[in-house]
Structure formats: structure tokens, C-alpha cells
Nanobody, 118 residues
Framework: QVQLVESGGGLVQAGGTLRLSCVAS????????MGWYRQFPGKQRELVAV???????NYADSVKGRFTISRDNAKNTVYLEMNSLKPEDTAVYYC????????????WGQGTQVTVSS
């Protein structure tokens, strides 16, 4: 059973910083891409940032220059450093990973709330 467990969400003032973490656990042979999505109330989940196993990254235009995604392959962990947070960043953030566990599958964390006050 593969699981993704997130941590690091919370309440922060505009301009502040939060760091999200997501650890993959269970039995698997490799982790391919890892990333973060977010979901606003009443909206579909949208990509925030993704990082490949080789370290290539891609960001949503709305977070470029403010957010940084990184990963520690030895710890099966992906991070999202969020700087200069804005009230419009308020959302539920979900960790995502493509993991090979007998087959290539897509896995999601449970979500963590990020609230940015003005």
C-alpha cells in the first residue's frame, strides 16, 4: 500500500512563508514525477509545481518566482517552499506522485489547508 502524507500547511499572513512536505511510504520500486496541486473552493484541482526524478521542474505562472519545489530521493520526500504568499494562494494543497509499485500509478495525499490572511 503506497501512501503520501503531507505536512506543513497552516495560517500565515500575506508576505509570509510556508514549507510543505510530503513523504511517500509503502512498497514500491521507484518514484517518478512528484508535485503539488491546489484546489480552490468550487474549482478543479490545478497544478502548482512538478519535479521529475532527474530534478527538472515546472511551475504554474501564478507561482513562478515565489514557490520552489525540491525533492530528497533518499527520503522519498518532496517539498514546496512558498514565499511572498498572497491571499489568493489560499487553497487546499495536494501532494502528487507517479510511483512504480508493480505498475505505474498516480497517488495523492490527503490534502493540507493553506490560508493566507490579508
Amino acid at each position: 500500500q503506497v501512501q503520501l502524507v503531507e505536512s506543513g500547511g497552516g495560517l500565515v499572513q500575506a508576505g509570509g512563508t510556508l514549507r510543505l512536505s510530503c513523504v511517500a511510504s509503502g512498497t514500491f520500486s521507484s518514484i517518478l514525477a512528484m508535485g503539488w496541486y491546489r484546489q480552490f473552493p468550487g474549482k478543479q484541482r490545478e497544478l502548482v509545481a512538478v519535479i521529475t526524478s532527474g530534478g527538472s521542474t515546472n511551475y504554474a505562472d501564478s507561482v513562478k518566482g515565489r514557490f520552489t519545489i525540491s525533492r530528497d530521493n533518499a527520503k522519498n520526500t518532496v517539498y514546496l517552499e512558498m514565499n511572498s504568499l498572497k491571499p489568493e494562494d489560499t487553497a487546499v494543497y495536494y501532494c502528487y506522485a507517479e510511483i512504480v509499485a508493480g505498475y505505474r500509478g498516480q497517488y495523492w495525499g490527503q490534502g493540507t489547508q493553506v490560508t493566507v490572511s490579508s
